[in-house]
């Protein structure tokens, strides 16, 4: 079946420009994760979507940052007036509920770079 | 400040040995721990998981250990293999934080 898909898979920008990035989730994955991986860093989280619950944005690095989940299923990641720090691979996963059991399964990211 | 962190960046095993990659936490309410495995230009794939009611969770070739006193565990790799050469996160599954990584390079 269809994994997690994320479009584009690479976008380059010029500072101050603003991006869209897009994740589609595995049907029928209540929960969305975003997370970015800068160069040589671990996976910092971002933000987390659940069902129609408020989503959890406390690992947003700031304001230009924002994401909306539509109709519980598509995501946008959207960076306004980018920075050159803003550059790294972001990365999406979906998880079909919040049991520990069910594992997370990531798409495979879009590569920014602002120059 | 890091809640899961991996000390080291990198690890070089002779295939058909023991790898043992380390991670440790901080917050002693963190229950249930997971690794993952990421080649490049791919997204992270669940490799194991433990909870912290088990002290060892074993799946094949790999097996997790958990260290609840020392907040720490270990994922080990037996016998090590060419083609698990990749990087290894641990992450914690409150919030899903995660490790810096360690990039495992088995030698043939």
């Known amino acids: 079946g269809a994994g997690v898909s994320q479009s584009p898979s690479n976008k380059v920008t010029e500072k101050g420009k603003d991006v869209e990035l897009r994740c589609d989730p595995i049907?029928?994955?209540?929960?969305l994760y975003w997370y970015r991986q800068s160069l040589g860093q671990g996976l910092e989280f971002l933000i987390y979507f659940q069902g129609n619950s408020a989503p959890d944005k406390s690992g947003l690095p700031s304001d230009r940052f924002s994401a909306e989940r539509t109709g519980g299923s598509v995501s946008t990641l959207t960076i306004q007036r980018t920075q050159q720090e803003d550059s790294a691979v972001y990365l999406c996963a979906s998880r079909q509920a919040t049991d520990r059991g069910q594992t997370q399964y990531f798409g495979p990211g879009t590569r920014l770079l602002v120059l | 400040d890091q809640q899961v962190k991996q000390n080291s960046p990198s690890l070089s095993v002779q295939e058909g040995r023991i790898s043992i990659l380390n991670c440790d936490y901080t917050n002693s309410m963190f229950d249930y721990f997971l690794w993952y495995k990421k080649y490049p230009a791919e997204g992270p794939t669940f490799l194991i998981s433990i909870s912290s009611i088990k002290d060892k969770n074993e799946d094949g070739r790999f097996t997790v250990f958990l260290n609840k006193s020392a907040k720490h565990l270990s994922l080990h790799i037996v016998p090590s293999q060419p083609g698990d050469s990749a990087v290894y996160f641990c992450?914690?599954?409150?919030?899903?934080?995660f490790g810096s990584g360690t990039k495992l390079n088995v030698k043939p």
């Open positions: 049907s029928g994955h209540t929960a």
């Open positions: 992450a914690s599954f409150n919030k899903f934080y």
